[in-house]
């Protein structure tokens, strides 16, 4: 009796065999998973950390040298402080304005009724349908006219490339926040219009506390999105000043002789901060107010 208490759980079960067929081989597959994942931040990281300038033949945390990101960070040619204050602006303003906008347009799609509101929603789907980059030279040529004639929004401001992040980011979310809205009930709406309350007191003081799970997805994605762009970016600018991260990174490797792989993964690794910073800072906001919505009745 007592040997038998003792044995493996996976005895029990039919033994190591039977519980690899079954269950463990998930396991290796998910360690290969998790290094594969893993292994090019991880060779990133490590190149950041060493003073050669290319990334061949070479072997990981082999010196600890910070050099780098000093050298990033007080250089006057690679300015990459500015390079990020840019980019955090643009990306900031971007994801409050482009949420705001978007919640405003879902709400009126999912409450009220007017005409042409059907149309609307199909032509928001539709407009999704066709690739971004269609529309660079479209938004080159128009920046450029606006330039002469309205220079605050035109290229080389930054005013000009949050109008054309919006232009490009407010179809989806409007269409992603309206099927949100559509999970709350009406009669919420029809109890607070009983009591006086306007269109606009509904919307600030009940719908927005409600889908605030959605909003901060739609904040953090677009803010995701905004951060990392390189295209919109480098034919907006086109002085070392005015970069983002993105473009300003790239002017790194610009010199085929001269490629600084080193400062470049430096710059890659500190610029990843602010997004993880934001991630982790919204993700118990996220998964709580997500599952608390999927349980209330």
Same mark, same amino acid.
């Given at each position: 009796?007592?040997?038998?208490?003792?044995?493996?759980?996976?005895?029990?079960?039919?033994?190591?065999?039977?519980?690899?067929?079954? +269950?463990?081989?998930?396991?290796?597959?998910?360690? +290969?998973?998790?290094?594969?994942?893993?292994?090019?931040?991880?060779?990133?990281?490590?190149?950041?950390?060493?003073?050669?300038?290319?990334?061949?033949?070479?072997?990981?945390?082999?010196?600890?040298?910070?050099?780098?990101?000093?050298?990033?960070?007080?250089?006057?040619?690679?300015?990459?402080? $500015?390079?990020?204050?840019?980019?955090?602006?643009?990306?900031?303003?971007?994801?409050?304005?482009?949420?705001?906008?978007?919640?405003?347009?879902?709400?009126?799609?999912? %409450?009220?009724?007017?005409?042409?509101?059907?149309?609307?929603?199909?032509?928001?789907?539709?407009?999704?349908?066709?690739?971004?980059?269609?529309?660079?030279?479209?938004?080159?040529?128009?920046?450029?006219?606006?330039?002469?004639?309205?220079?605050?929004?035109?290229?080389?401001?930054?005013?000009?490339?949050?109008?054309?992040?919006?232009?490009?980011?407010?179809?989806?979310?409007?269409?992603?926040?309206?099927?949100?809205?559509?999970?709350?009930?009406?009669?919420?709406?029809?109890?607070?219009?009983?009591?006086?309350?306007?269109? $606009?007191?509904?919307?600030?003081?009940?719908?927005? %506390?409600?889908?605030?799970? *959605?909003?901060?997805?739609?904040?953090?994605?677009?803010?995701?999105?905004?951060?990392?762009?390189?295209?919109?970016?480098?034919?907006?600018?086109?002085?070392? /000043?005015?970069? &983002?991260?993105?473009?300003?990174? /790239?002017?790194?490797?610009?010199?085929?002789?001269?490629? /600084?792989?080193?400062?470049?993964?430096?710059?890659? *690794?500190?610029?990843?901060?602010?997004?993880?910073?934001?991630?982790?800072?919204?993700?118990?906001?996220? $998964?709580?107010?997500? &599952?608390?919505?999927?349980?209330?009745?």
């Amino acid at each position: 009796m007592t040997t038998l208490q003792t044995r493996h759980p996976k005895a029990k079960r039919g033994g190591f065999i039977r519980w690899f067929t079954q +269950v463990g081989w998930k396991h290796i597959v998910g360690l +290969v998973v998790i290094v594969f994942a893993t292994f090019p931040l991880v060779y990133i990281l490590s190149t950041s950390l060493t003073k050669m300038g290319n990334i061949e033949n070479f072997t990981l945390f082999r010196s600890f040298y910070l050099g780098n990101y000093k050298d990033l960070l007080t250089s006057t040619d690679y300015p990459f402080v $500015t390079w990020m204050k840019n980019t955090l602006i643009l990306a900031g303003a971007t994801a409050v304005i482009s949420v705001f906008i978007s919640a405003l347009a879902a709400f009126a799609f999912s %409450r009220l009724r007017f005409k042409g509101r059907r149309p609307g929603l199909l032509a928001l789907i539709l407009i999704q349908m066709f690739p971004s980059i269609l529309g660079l030279t479209a938004v080159f040529g128009i920046l450029s006219k606006l330039t002469d004639y309205v220079p605050a929004i035109g290229l080389g401001t930054k005013a000009g490339l949050i109008l054309v992040y919006l232009g490009g980011s407010l179809g989806g979310g409007t269409y992603l926040m309206y099927g949100f809205f559509n999970t709350i009930p009406k009669e919420l709406d029809e109890a607070a219009k009983i009591d006086g309350a306007t269109h $606009t007191q509904i919307f600030y003081k009940i719908i927005l %506390r409600l889908v605030a799970p *959605v909003l901060a997805v739609m904040a953090l994605l677009s803010f995701i999105g905004t951060f990392g762009d390189y295209v919109l970016a480098s034919i907006v600018f086109n002085t070392n /000043q005015q970069y &983002t991260v993105a473009v300003g990174l /790239q002017s790194l490797l610009a010199d085929p002789w001269t490629k /600084q792989w080193a400062m470049f993964a430096a710059g890659a *690794v500190m610029s990843s901060l602010p997004i993880i910073i934001i991630f982790v800072s919204l993700q118990k906001y996220i $998964t709580n107010g997500l &599952t608390g919505g999927a349980v209330k009745g």
